[in-house]
């Protein structure tokens, strides 16, 4: 069954390095999505993409962060200058259609010390 | 206020018993997904809804647009259904999705 595949599936980084979460999302889908989940929170939202450009962005998504879809497979979401309140997974989504089931990938768990 | 409510938070139930999670939600809606996340954190989507009712196996899930409330049932309850049961609600213009808190359900041998 296709799948959503997230990497690494750990990282832990320093306060204000830079760090690249990638994502490979099903291969026929067009729709792609970050979300990230604060530890004992619920998840939240973060950007949609499609057609090559972000399509909505959360009050979350500021200039810390930005998304490339370099080669047509990965879908990458850059976190620069990372803050202690960085820590969070990250999970990669994507759906087909508009209208269709999202799937989601394993996470990634970022710690920032 | 949360745009997605869901009840209750936690559950614990025995083991082969009838379960509902519930979720209501106050904004307007393309579908509503029933997801689930075991520990270490990966999502499964497990229904996606824009009415009336879904069954798989043993998990059913109901949806009452006018109402703006959603359940999820699960029949003769195993241990293995132990999980954090999140109900997200659809909308905006890029379909994004919304999400409650989820409802931490464990079921006892």
């Known amino acids: 069954e296709p799948e959503v595949t997230q990497t690494p599936s750990h990282q832990v980084t320093q306060m204000g390095q830079e760090v690249i979460l990638r994502c490979v999302p099903i291969?026929?889908?067009?729709?792609f999505y970050w979300y990230r989940q604060i530890l004992g929170q619920k998840v939240e939202f973060l950007v949609s993409?499609?057609?090559?450009?972000?399509?909505?962005k959360s009050e979350i998504f500021d200039d810390q962060f930005s998304v490339e879809r370099p080669d047509g497979s990965n879908f990458t979401l850059k976190i620069r200058s990372t803050k202690l309140e960085d820590s969070a997974m990250y999970f990669c989504?994507?759906?087909?259609?508009?209208?269709?089931?999202?799937?989601f990938g394993q996470g990634t768990r970022l710690t920032v010390v | 206020k949360n745009e997605v409510e869901q009840s209750p938070q936690n559950l614990t139930a025995q083991e082969g018993e009838f379960i509902t999670i519930n979720c209501s939600y106050s904004?307007?809606?393309?579908?509503l997904h029933w997801l689930q996340q075991h520990p270490g954190g990966g999502i499964v989507s497990l229904f996606m809804?824009?009415?009336g009712k879904k069954k798989h196996g043993r998990l059913i899930a109901t949806i009452n647009i006018q109402e703006k409330h959603s359940s999820l049932h699960i029949t003769a309850s195993h241990p293995r259904d132990s999980a954090v049961y999140i109900c997200?609600?659809?909308?905006?213009?890029?379909?994004?999705?919304?999400f409650g808190t989820g409802t931490l359900l464990a079921v006892q041998p």
């Open positions: 993409f499609y057609n090559n450009e972000i399509s909505e």
């Open positions: 291969s026929n889908h067009l729709y």
């Open positions: 997200a609600v659809r909308g905006g213009a890029t379909n994004k999705l919304i």
């Open positions: 809804l824009s009415s």
């Open positions: 904004v307007g809606i393309s579908a």
């Open positions: 989504a994507s759906r087909s259609d508009r209208d269709t089931e999202a799937f």
